[in-house]
T-cell receptor, first 118, second 110 residues
Framework: GAVVSQHPSWVICKSGTSVKIECRSLDFQATTMFWYRQFPKQSLMLMAT?????????EQGVEKDKFLINHASLTLSTLTVTSAHPEDSSFYICSARDRTRGVINEQFFGPGTRLTVL | RKEVEQDPGPFNVPEGATVAFNCTYSNSASQSFFWYRQDCRKEPKLLMSVYSSGNEDGRFTAQLNRASQYISLLIRDSKLSDSATYLC???????????FGAGTRLFVKA
């Protein structure tokens, strides 16, 4: 249980294009989803917290106009990297919380999306 | 100072060894503490929560010292399959602010 999926699992795009990543909670409703970014040999860095039906809360230093987050339903959040550049190449991971299961504040992670911008 | 700091690693240990990871956090108001395991190019997965009273799950023991703002993970009888990166994670009361440590890489060798 508590499965989170991401799509696509990897994507290669040209510089200047936009890329949308989907995060879905498959067997539970997630009122809160989180988006992280992980560069090679570094830890996960929280980009933003997404609450269903409201605007996302972005961490300091994360451009909200560049990383558009939409949490339109209790099972889906999307991250759109607009006008992607090579420095945006990274491993993007989403997570979700299910308050009805798991330990308190436990986050269930999606498998991640590896983005490469040429 | 980083909000969550871990041993830099990597740790290279033989099978059967006992290995301990340490982690310190800076926010005294933190309420939830976890150890996650991350395999190469995969997503993190919860290993165990950490409670003030200490908790054990098989070969794994986690300890929390709130006064010193210190968390530890002890792995006994290491297995090859324990090779991974171990992430110390600290969250605030509502779990909305979750900070990951940089992780400690463990290599268990035959």
């Amino acid at each position: 249980g508590a499965v989170v999926s991401q799509h696509p699992s990897w994507v290669i795009c040209k510089s200047g294009t936009s890329v949308k990543i989907e995060c879905r909670s498959l067997d539970f409703q997630a009122t809160t989803m989180f988006w992280y970014r992980q560069f090679p040999k570094q830890s996960l860095m929280l980009m933003a917290t997404s609450n269903e039906g409201s605007k996302a809360t972005y961490e300091q230093g994360v451009e909200k106009d560049k990383f558009l987050i939409n949490h339109a339903s209790l099972t889906l959040s999307t991250l759109t990297v607009t006008s992607a550049h090579p420095e945006d190449s990274s491993f993007y991971i989403c997570s979700a919380r299910d308050r009805t299961r798991g330990v308190i504040n436990e986050q269930f992670f999606g498998p991640g999306t590896r983005l490469t911008v040429l | 100072r980083k909000e969550v700091e871990q041993d830099p690693g990597p740790f290279n240990v033989p099978e059967g060894a006992t290995v301990a990871f340490n982690c310190t956090y800076s926010n005294s108001a933190s309420q939830s503490f976890f150890w996650y395991r991350q395999d190469c190019r995969k997503e993190p997965k919860l290993l165990m929560s950490v409670y003030s009273s200490g908790n054990e799950d098989g070969r794994f023991t986690a300890q929390l010292n709130r006064a010193s703002q210190y968390i530890s993970l002890l792995i006994r009888d290491s297995k090859l399959s324990d090779s991974a990166t171990y992430l110390c994670v600290v969250a605030d009361t509502g779990g909305f602010k979750t900070i990951f440590g940089a992780g400690t890489r463990l290599f268990v060798k035959a």
